[in-house]
């Protein structure tokens, strides 16, 4: 989004309206704005209010500069509250509930919203993919699905994707088999369209591929799991040699090496990571992935030394993922006492964190892993 949507002159007409601020919520500097104003998802778009610093709208993902536009003049009218309709009203009381991340009430209210606004409602789009969005962030993948299903057919492009990931994401969740097998069929169909529409980003076109390529792995359609893969590989490929600078397409690594991996062929992405670790010295991500794809590749020396290049620039946060990576190469290399001793650290430096930028998934893991070392 930085690269290619922020940019655009749509939102540089804001910029006397709107104090524009970027936060890199993993760096232990800003720990005092997370605990502030606490993130679920990446990216993340909140309007502030100067005067009480309350969230009034909050946005969970990638937008659009349209998007953004409206997210942030839904805001300003928010500021200015005069006489609303009823959707209107359900749509700000909505969006306040989201920003206190009171996920199931605020999905409640988006729904209400919905059903006040009509066909005709101008937040309908907003409405719909941000209640889909509370209902995943609240847990209740159910509901995410349900709610993606029902709010499709009013929805186009970057919209439609968007919900339509969502809910698919939501559907591959589902514990009983069953109910996860149904959803899954009702929203695949519509995915698959919309993998190709027009309008949509490309990390969201990306995500579409992605969650696709897990619905036919769940099928027990690997062929079919595969060609996809290396249908979204092929895309972000397309994506990375289109990029302007090396910053812009590094960010296609992590995507791009996902889906190699998905596809069996991991190899391919070596090039590209060695080149982004190159022309980014200073950052962390291009010899974490590098590290991946070494561990996928069967060479946990190199690593070993490419999650030690990884930390001495990860910060927050992230350092837990390297650790873990750097716990999994000393495992790979019959360091059994170096990788536990390197996941604890993980452990015990994650667990000190504040509660809201904790990496609970990387935590996760962590301890998995010590469980495994300890009984193996």
């Given at each position: ?9 749509r ?27 606490p993130?679920?998802?990446w ?27 409206r ?38 209210a988006?729904?209400?919203?919905l059903?006040a ?77 919309l ?64 889906a ?31 590290g ?85």
């Amino acid at each position: 989004m930085r690269a290619y949507v922020l940019p655009d002159r749509r939102l540089q007409k804001l910029a006397g309206r709107f104090v524009w601020l970027d936060i890199d919520t993993e760096k232990p500097k800003n720990a005092a704005f997370v605990e502030k104003f606490p993130i679920d998802a990446w990216p993340s778009i909140l309007v502030v209010n100067p005067e009480d610093e309350r969230v009034i709208v909050r946005w969970a993902g990638t937008a659009t500069a349209e998007q953004i536009e409206r997210i942030a003049l839904d805001g300003e009218r928010q500021l200015r509250a005069g006489k609303a309709s009823r959707a209107e009203e359900a749509l700000a009381r909505a969006d306040r509930l989201l920003g206190e991340r009171k996920h199931a009430e605020a999905a409640a209210a988006y729904r209400e919203a919905l059903a006040a606004g009509g066909k005709s409602f101008e937040g309908r789009e907003r409405a719909s993919e941000a209640a889909v969005q509370a209902l995943s962030m609240a847990g209740d993948s159910a509901g995410c699905a349900r709610v993606a299903r029902e709010v499709l057919p009013g929805l186009r492009g970057a919209s439609a994707a968007r919900v339509a990931a969502q809910g698919l994401s939501c559907a591959l969740e589902l514990e009983d088999a069953t109910a996860r097998a149904a959803e899954v069929a009702a929203l695949e169909p519509t995915a698959r369209r919309l993998v190709d529409a027009r309008g949509v980003l490309a990390d969201d076109r990306s995500w579409l591929y992605d969650t696709l390529s897990s619905a036919r792995a769940e099928a027990g359609d690997e062929a079919g799991a595969k060609a996809l893969a290396r249908r979204w590989l092929a895309f972000l490929d397309g994506e990375a040699r289109r990029a302007p600078t090396p910053l812009a397409r590094s960010a296609f690594d992590g995507q791009r090496l996902q889906a190699a991996l998905r596809c069996g062929e991991p190899e391919r992405m070596l090039p590209a990571l060695v080149a982004s670790e190159r022309e980014l010295p200073g950052e962390y991500v291009p010899p974490t992935n590098l590290g991946v794809l070494y561990l996928a590749l069967g060479r946990p020396a190199d690593a070993l030394g490419a999650a030690d290049r990884a930390l001495a620039f990860a910060e927050g946060p992230r350092r837990i993922r390297v650790l873990v990576l750097r716990a999994e190469a000393q495992a790979k290399l019959g360091d059994r006492p170096g990788a536990r001793a390197t996941l604890e650290r993980a452990v015990q430096d994650g667990e000190a964190m504040p509660e809201p930028a904790r990496p609970r998934g990387y935590l996760r893991k962590a301890k998995k892993l010590l469980g495994e070392l300890g009984t193996s």
